[in-house]
Nanobody, 124 residues
Framework: QVQLVESGGGLVQAGGSLRLSCAASGRTFSSYVMGWFRQAPGKEREFVAAISRNAGSTYYADSVKGRFTISRDNAKYTVYLQMNSLKPEDTAVYYC?????????????????WGQGTQVTVSS
């Protein structure tokens, strides 16, 4: 198993940047594909980005492509989400997720482990 703890959320003005971190503990971090999802009030949780075990491949939702960057440091057991050019519509709780098994990385059902989430609020 793996435990996940997100940090780095906060309040930022439109056009600003934030960097989210997700610290993992437990089983070998490099064994997991890692993802970021977000959930706005009244909406379903949606895919944001994912990264392969060795960081060789990354995947993004169209809504964040070119603005967000996912990365990982396997030695530090941490995955990051650099968010630039933030928009009010990026406001949501952001969740880190992990899967040991290869599945649909774009789907909530593709992940077995979740963090508690961190709030990101973008003001206009």
């Amino acid at each position: 198993q793996v435990q996940l703890v997100e940090s780095g959320g906060g309040l930022v003005q439109a056009g600003g940047s934030l960097r989210l971190s997700c610290a993992a503990s437990g089983r070998t971090f490099s064994s997991y594909v890692m993802g970021w999802f977000r959930q706005a009030p009244g909406k379903e949780r949606e895919f944001v980005a994912a990264i392969s075990r060795n960081a060789g491949s990354t995947y993004y939702a169209d809504s964040v492509k070119g603005r967000f960057t996912i990365s990982r440091d396997n030695a530090k057991y941490t995955v990051y989400l650099q968010m630039n050019s933030l928009k009010p519509e990026d406001t949501a709780v952001y969740y880190c997720a992990a899967t040991y098994v290869n599945r649909n990385y774009y789907s909530v059902r593709g992940y077995d482990y979740w963090g508690q989430g961190t709030q990101v609020t973008v003001s206009s």
